[in-house]
């Protein structure tokens, strides 16, 4: 069965760090592409950042640019999403996605496109 489960989450001080993981099973990270995703509290999902499946070439919403880092080990088959500087705008929960590789090396946000999904980790920035 394939499938996608993210660890790491938990509650961070303004200013902290944390690195999250999405661990996939059932499917190889040179076959799928791999997404971050996050919805806060009274909000939308939205796009973090992804990476794509052969090259891992990555990809990054505006809002995250600077602060967050995607990375993958592809001999443990996991994703990590690494988040420096946190802050209260932060707080969500973190769900990690896989489509897919057909032709094009590239990820990206269209969740539609996503085959695979987790529950999701929490994050809860305190000030």
């Known amino acids: 069965q394939s499938q996608v489960v993210e660890s790491g989450g938990g509650t961070v001080h303004t200013g902290g760090s944390l690195r999250l993981s999405c661990a996939a099973s059932?499917?190889?990270?040179?076959?799928?592409?791999i997404g971050w995703f996050r919805q806060g509290p009274g909000k939308g999902r939205e796009p973090v950042a992804c990476?794509?499946?052969?090259?891992?070439?990555?990809e990054y919403a505006d809002s995250v640019k600077g602060r967050f880092t995607i990375s993958r080990d592809v001999a443990k088959n996991t994703v990590y999403l690494e988040i420096n500087n946190v802050r209260p705008e932060d707080t969500a929960l973190y769900v990690c996605?896989?489509?897919?590789?057909?032709?094009?090396?590239?990820?990206?946000?269209?969740?539609?496109?996503?085959?695979?999904w987790g529950r999701g980790t929490q994050v809860t920035v305190s000030s």
């Open positions: 996605g896989a489509h897919r590789f057909v032709i094009a090396d590239s990820c990206v946000f269209h969740e539609t496109r996503y085959d695979y």
């Open positions: 059932g499917f190889g990270l040179k076959q799928y592409h």
């Open positions: 990476i794509s499946a052969i090259s891992g070439n990555r």
